[in-house]
């Protein structure tokens, strides 16, 4: 059974920084790529940042470039995203998603809310 559970959202202040987690199971995490989307209330979901299955490779979008990082651990079968410098923008939910081929699927999200 592919799952996709990420965790480590939650409330920070402007500027503060998060970790989200995104552990994965049931597929072959080392050959897929994973990606991570937000979604904000009202709004379509985008993508945020993605990773190579064997790491070589990552991209951004333009918002959160010099801020956001995203690695993987392909012994834990995990994908990060490490966000610095969080502003009230970012505040949206936050999806895991593993590509690989035809084959899709996505997390249930977790919560960022960037506020004063």
């Known amino acids: 059974q592919v799952q996709l559970v990420e965790s480590g959202g939650g409330l920070v202040q402007p500027g503060g920084s998060l970790r989200l987690s995104c552990a994965a199971s049931?597929?072959?995490?080392?050959?897929?790529?994973m990606r991570w989307y937000r979604q904000a209330p009202g709004k379509e979901r985008e993508l945020v940042a993605a990773?190579?299955?064997?790491?070589?490779?990552?991209n951004y979008a333009d918002s959160v470039k010099g801020r956001f990082t995203i690695a993987r651990d392909n012994a834990k079968n995990t994908v990060y995203l490490q966000m610095n410098s969080l502003k009230p923008e970012d505040t949206a939910v936050y999806y895991c998603?593993?590509?690989?081929?035809?084959?899709?699927?996505w997390g249930q999200g977790t919560q960022v809310t960037v506020s004063s």
């Open positions: 998603n593993a590509v690989r081929g035809l084959f899709s699927s």
């Open positions: 049931g597929f072959t995490f080392s050959r897929s790529t």
């Open positions: 990773i190579t299955g064997a790491g070589g490779s990552t």
